[in-house]
């Protein structure tokens, strides 16, 4: 449960701190020009996929009321997350990183729609479930002082 907290609270810091570690990979290990148009286009599109990511795990009912993100998060954000540091390093494997981590970003992207959707479908029917039950009584009720 602590790994899944801190991975909720990491998310957020993770949307700073990737494009950050993209920006400072580039400067450590960079090269020419064109890896500067590509970073210049991946910096904020790295950032704003991250925090809408981020923003649709945190609007899962389960997340927030447990304070903690699913492991199926943690993987496939995790793998995301990995994939954009693997990026970072700018060396012979950049590109291969670079592709994963953009399928990663979709991957996750849908992951997170789905996981709220499916979260909110179980909310309704627990809601329904518990209005038929609800309405079951209260006809009962009726019924027994129809009966009196």
Not at 1 to 28: D, H, K, S, Y
Not at 66 to 91: C, E, K, S, T
Not at 110 to 126: C, E, K, N, P, T
């Given at each position: 449960?602590?790994?899944?907290?801190?991975?909720?609270?990491?998310?957020?810091?993770?949307?700073?701190?990737?494009?950050?570690?993209l920006?400072?990979?580039?400067?450590?290990?960079?090269?020419?020009?064109?890896?500067t148009?590509?970073?210049?286009?991946?910096?904020?599109?790295?950032?704003?996929?991250?925090?809408?990511?981020a923003?649709?795990?945190?609007?899962?009912?389960?997340?927030?009321?447990?304070?903690?993100?699913?492991?199926?998060?943690?993987?496939?954000?995790?793998?995301?997350?990995?994939?954009?540091?693997?990026?970072?390093?700018?060396?012979?494997?950049?590109?291969?990183?670079?592709?994963?981590?953009?399928?990663?970003?979709?991957?996750?992207?849908?992951?997170?729609?789905?996981?709220?959707?499916?979260?909110?479908?179980?909310?309704?029917?627990?809601?329904?479930?518990?209005?038929?039950?609800?309405?079951?009584?209260?006809?009962?009720?009726?019924?027994?002082?129809?009966?009196?």
């Amino acid at each position: 449960m602590t790994a899944r907290r801190l991975f909720l609270r990491w998310q957020f810091l993770a949307a700073a701190v990737l494009p950050g570690w993209l920006a400072i990979g580039w400067a450590l290990f960079g090269s020419g020009g064109w890896n500067t148009l590509g970073l210049i286009i991946s910096l904020p599109a790295t950032f704003l996929a991250l925090l809408v990511v981020a923003f649709l795990v945190n609007a899962r009912p389960t997340v927030r009321e447990q304070r903690a993100v699913a492991w199926g998060d943690v993987g496939m954000l995790g793998a995301w997350h990995l994939a954009i540091i693997g990026a970072g390093f700018y060396g012979v494997t950049a590109v291969p990183f670079t592709a994963l981590a953009i399928a990663l970003a979709v991957a996750s992207f849908w992951w997170s729609i789905w996981q709220l959707v499916r979260d909110g479908a179980r909310r309704v029917q627990a809601s329904m479930a518990e209005f038929e039950r609800l309405a079951a009584e209260q006809r009962a009720g009726a019924g027994r002082r129809e009966s009196e």
